[in-house]
């Protein structure tokens, strides 16, 4: 069962990713958010403008995709009030990515007082696998509190 605050953590972090960098990045709708195994998926779609030649999406974005839900399941595992900062991160870019529905997935490795290590994986609607990414990251805690 899911604490009151744990609820409300959820929520601050469901409406954090509704709004800019996030609808920037072209984010569709958060599909989990698991506190307790720290694993995060969400729904994006590039847009056109995100493409260079024959159609591709621009791996910056996909990077931005990688990097954005690593640091959202990383906040659902140690406290929506903490802020996740990246310290590397690493794109495997496997398969050429359109600008159709993909789900991005990412998950804590390992995560300490100040440093957590996260993988993050895009998959298309057949489920190949597009792009992998991993990075170690800064963890400021109680960065938010004023806003939960």
């Given at each position: 069962?899911?604490?009151k605050d744990?609820?409300?953590?959820l929520?601050?972090?469901?409406?954090?990713?509704?709004m800019p960098?996030?609808?920037?990045?072209?984010?569709q709708?958060?599909?989990?958010?698991?506190?307790l195994?720290?694993?995060a998926?969400v729904?994006?779609?590039?847009?056109?403008n995100m493409?260079?030649?024959?159609?591709?999406?621009?791996?910056?974005?996909?990077t931005?995709?990688?990097?954005?839900?690593?640091?959202?399941a990383c906040?659902g595992?140690?406290?929506a009030n903490?802020?996740v900062l990246s310290l590397e991160?690493?794109t495997?870019f496997?398969?050429?990515?359109?600008?159709?529905p993909?789900?991005?997935?990412?998950?804590?490795?390992k995560?300490?007082?100040?440093?957590?290590?996260?993988?993050?994986?895009?998959?298309?609607?057949?489920n190949?696998i597009l792009?992998?990414?991993?990075?170690?990251v800064?963890?400021?805690?109680?960065?938010y509190?004023?806003s939960?």
């Open positions: 069962m899911i604490s744990t609820k409300k953590e929520n601050f972090l469901k409406k954090m990713f509704s960098p996030q609808t920037t990045l072209g984010i709708k958060i599909l989990k958010i698991d506190p195994t720290g694993e998926e729904k994006y779609r590039a847009r056109k493409c260079h030649s024959g159609n591709i999406v621009q791996g910056g974005f996909i931005g995709w990688l990097d954005a839900v690593m640091a959202l906040m595992r140690v406290g903490t802020l991160i690493k495997t496997i398969r050429k990515v359109l600008p159709k993909v789900i991005v997935s990412g998950k804590v490795i995560a300490g007082k100040s440093i957590a290590f996260l993988e993050g994986e895009i998959i298309d609607e057949e190949n792009a992998k990414g991993n990075q170690t800064k963890l400021i805690s109680n960065f509190n004023n939960l």
